[in-house]
């Protein structure tokens, strides 16, 4: 099998790597980086610029250089992540047709699928390079509450790029392979992910190889940029009390000034204290104006120390979701350049009461992680079996609005699971198979996922046709549901595309509504199921009405029909006693009946 690369698509840097002769090597991108920008920038002549190039003139040319995109994959515009995004990006989000979000620079739309793919060719082009030799496969890491559809969506950019994507796996999942975790042993790990402009929080149990996320949770908006934009605001604020001179509306300086506050973030994480320089900022009348400063570790982590509590306290929610305490944590692993500052590994230390792991670079182990899964799937590694776990349950909408589980949440991936349905109304020509995601009874109460229909079903009593239902989930992820008429052996497939995006933290908040509404839940539930039996009922006093009429007397005969009246009456209103009522009457008039039927034998 060819080499298989693993690429860590990040929102603000991404990073490829490959596994060779027994160990993992990051690739460098052509300017010798180990990680690349997840940026595009599109110039005015027609050129388009992808990673360091495009940030460093990011500032500059604020409409046109697109970045962080990986918020909006696989998403709807109307999606609050992304009408928060559209709020304060410096360049044009809008809808597309479908109405999943996407950016629009010098009047061409780009869907975040291309924009990643921009990223992920420089990658594929890197590590081409480096090998020598044409690059195909790959596997590609997704955060850990990425649903169906960002899932695909990252899929269908690594497919855009000219990569054949053999898997997506977890990025917390990822990390703990990195960190040689999982073969043969079992645990609790907490991998804690700072970067650029996102903080996720994972709890993974994991067994024999098998990874469970327990819990995830973070901020989609919190990251070291906002740490970079602190740092800035203080050198606008001293420059401007030096010399007057108010930075803010000029492009070219606050770019040098986003590239310097970084720059010292970073330096201040090996040293206690820094320079920031930079000569010829801007003039004025009397002559160029420089800025210098010297900035304190002590100085930064001020700045930040709020920032970092907000990371602790998403540790803590994580925690008590996953039902763990600090003690029972095995391991910690920190992954995402911020956590290479002391004050992020102190807090998280202090709260986890532990040493975290550093043995591997916090911001390539996502990618060296998912260049080992590309190892095992080419043959190269064997020893560690790796999956993951269905985060939702699945499954479709039944008679009486209901959901009926197929695959239930934490199932191991891939799995697959049959289940035989049938009609519920005489002479139906068609089931309409609604898919489902969520762990509420009622189907409304959950995510859509698909609707299709299975036609052709030949004229049939209700209960007669056999409709055999397949879910899979492949090893990515990914679900494909298939209807087939037994009879027929007419089929359906889809390959179930999300109709919308789950929020980060949506996995979190589904779970905890299921408990919160169980009561009013099993209420609709009980009434769901005595208006399936009334339906039930009074479809076969009907039919057995028809047949047994001669054999009643005329009172009889009205009191039925006056009960199957009541019984359709009730059975639209959501009165559950009445429908109770209504159904032990009916249930009297049906006894009715079949005494009169069998009189003859008795
Ligand atoms: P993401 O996962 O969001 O794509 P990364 O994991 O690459 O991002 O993290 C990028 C962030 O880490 C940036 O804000 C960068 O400035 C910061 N960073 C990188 N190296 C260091 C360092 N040595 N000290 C502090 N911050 C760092
Ligand atoms: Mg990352």
Same mark, same amino acid.
């Given at each position: 099998?060819?080499?298989? *690369? ?46 360091? *190039? ?65 990223? =992920? ?67 609790? *790990? ?6 650029? /402009? ?88 009397? /002559? ?11 100085? =930064? ?90 985060? %939702? ?7 009486? /609005? %209901? ?26 020509? %068609? ?47 990914? %679900? ?55 339906? /039930? ?22 009191? *039925? ?42």
């Amino acid at each position: 099998m060819d080499k298989v *690369i693993g690429i860590d698509l990040g929102t603000t840097n991404s990073c490829v790597a490959i596994y060779e002769g027994g160990v993992t090597q990051v690739i460098p991108n052509s300017e010798g980086s180990r990680t690349t920008p997840s940026i595009v920038a599109f110039t005015p002549d027609g050129q388009r610029l992808v990673g360091n *190039i495009a940030k460093r003139q990011a500032v500059a040319n604020p409409s046109s250089t697109v970045f962080a995109t990986k918020r909006m994959i696989g998403r709807k515009l109307k999606t609050p992540e992304v009408q928060r995004m559209q709020m304060t990006a410096p360049y044009k989000i809008a809808a597309a047709d479908n109405g999943d979000a996407s950016v629009v620079v010098h009047g061409r739309r780009y869907t975040p699928q291309e924009i990643g793919a921009f990223v =992920l060719r420089q990658l594929k082009e890197a590590a081409q390079e480096y090998l020598e030799q044409t690059v195909k496969d790959a596997v590609i890491t997704v955060p850990a509450y990425f649903d169906d559809s960002q899932r695909q969506a990252t899929r269908d950019a690594g497919r855009l790029a000219g990569l054949n994507v053999l898997r997506i796996i977890n990025e917390p999942t990822a990390a703990a392979l990195a960190y040689g975790i999982g073969a043969d042993s079992s645990g609790t *790990i907490a991998v804690y992910d700072l970067g650029g /402009g996102t903080f996720d929080i994972s709890v993974l149990e994991f067994s024999q190889g098998v990874f469970q996320v327990k819990a995830t949770h973070g901020d989609t908006f919190l990251g070291g940029e906002d740490v970079d934009a602190r740092l800035m605001d203080v050198l606008l604020d001293s420059f401007m009390q030096e010399t007057g001179i108010d930075l803010h509306a000029d492009p070219v300086a606050l770019q040098r000034l986003k590239d310097a506050a970084e720059r010292a973030k970073i330096e201040l994480s090996s040293v206690d204290e820094t320079e920031i320089s930079l000569p010829f900022l801007t003039a004025d009348a009397n /002559g160029p104006k420089h800025l210098r400063r010297i900035l304190t570790r002590t100085e =930064l982590e001020q700045l930040c120390e709020d920032l970092i509590a907000a990371t602790i306290d998403h540790c803590r929610d994580a925690m008590s979701a996953a039902g763990v305490q600090p003690t029972q944590i095995t391991d910690v692993l920190l992954v995402g350049g911020m956590t290479k500052m002391p004050a992020v590994q102190r807090a998280v230390q202090h709260f986890f009461n532990r040493a975290p792991n550093r043995t591997v670079n916090p911001d390539e182990a996502v990618a060296v992680g998912a260049a080992i899964q590309g190892a095992i799937l080419a043959g190269d590694v064997s020893e560690v079996v790796l999956l993951d776990v269905v985060p %939702l349950s699945l499954g479709i909408e039944t008679s009486g /609005g %209901l959901l009926t589980k197929l695959i239930p949440r934490n199932a191991t991936v891939p799995c697959s699971i049959t289940e035989v349905f049938t009609t519920s109304e005489d002479y139906q020509p %068609l089931v309409n198979v609604h898919v489902l995601q969520g762990e509420r009874p009622l189907a409304a109460d959950n995510t859509s996922l698909a609707r299709f229909e299975l036609v052709g079903i030949p004229p049939a009593l209700r209960g007669v046709p056999k409709i055999e239902l397949t879910f899979s989930i492949d090893a990515n992820g990914i %679900l494909s549901v298939s209807a087939r008429d037994l009879g027929t052996k007419r089929e359906q497939l889809v390959r179930v595309r999300a109709t919308s995006g789950l929020t980060e933290g949506a996995i979190e908040r589904i779970l905890s509504e299921a408990e919160q509404f169980q009561d009013a839940d099993r209420i609709n539930v009980e009434l769901a199921d005595i208006r399936r039996r009334i339906q /039930g009922l009074i479809y076969t006093t009907e039919r057995s009405l028809g047949e047994s009429a001669n054999y009643l007397t005329e009172g009889e005969l009205d009191q *039925i029909r006056a009960d199957l009246e009541n019984a359709r009456r009730s059975a639209d209103t959501a009165d559950l006693n009445r429908i109770q009522a209504t159904l032990r009457d009916l249930e009297k008039s049906a006894f009715r009946i079949t005494e009169v039927m069998y009189k003859d034998f008795s």
